[in-house]
């Protein structure tokens, strides 16, 4: 699939509040790509040396589905205009899957990546169009 992984959202349209939902497999692949070479993102043997599980996923990486599902909601608006304001509480390793839900109410949105495989949250925050 290359550098793209497996990305799927889904979205609840009848509700007042949207719940908009994107799964992501975190990939050696994606992180190496998504990161510079040497270090715990991208080094299997500096990532170990630091004692980490495998590859870890950089937060904006695991982030990433959730702010797709907001440029898909409210386009150039957000680009211009919007802000993000996100956490990173949770380790994703290459090898993990993650689903990002996003709830929209109007112009406002609270965000939560969980990583599906350890079953703990990754990132939490809300965004304002």
């Given at each position: ?65 959730a702010y ?13 205009r919007g ?45 304002k169009a």
């Amino acid at each position: 699939m290359g550098l793209v992984g497996h990305l799927h959202a889904d979205r609840d349209v009848g509700a007042l509040v949207t719940e908009h939902r994107a799964t992501l497999d975190v990939t050696e692949e994606l992180v190496r790509a998504y990161s510079r070479r040497g270090n715990f993102h991208s080094d299997a043997e500096t990532a170990e040396a630091l004692g980490m599980p495998g590859l870890v996923a950089q937060g904006v990486q695991v982030a990433g589905p959730a702010y797709n599902l907001l440029l898909a909601e409210w386009g150039d608006d957000f680009l211009e205009r919007g802000e993000l304001d996100v956490r990173f509480v949770g380790m994703v390793v290459a090898g993990e899957a993650i689903e990002a839900r996003v709830d929209i109410d109007g112009r406002a949105a609270t965000i939560e990546v969980v990583n599906t495989s350890a079953g703990r949250t990754a990132v939490v925050g809300s965004a304002k169009a």
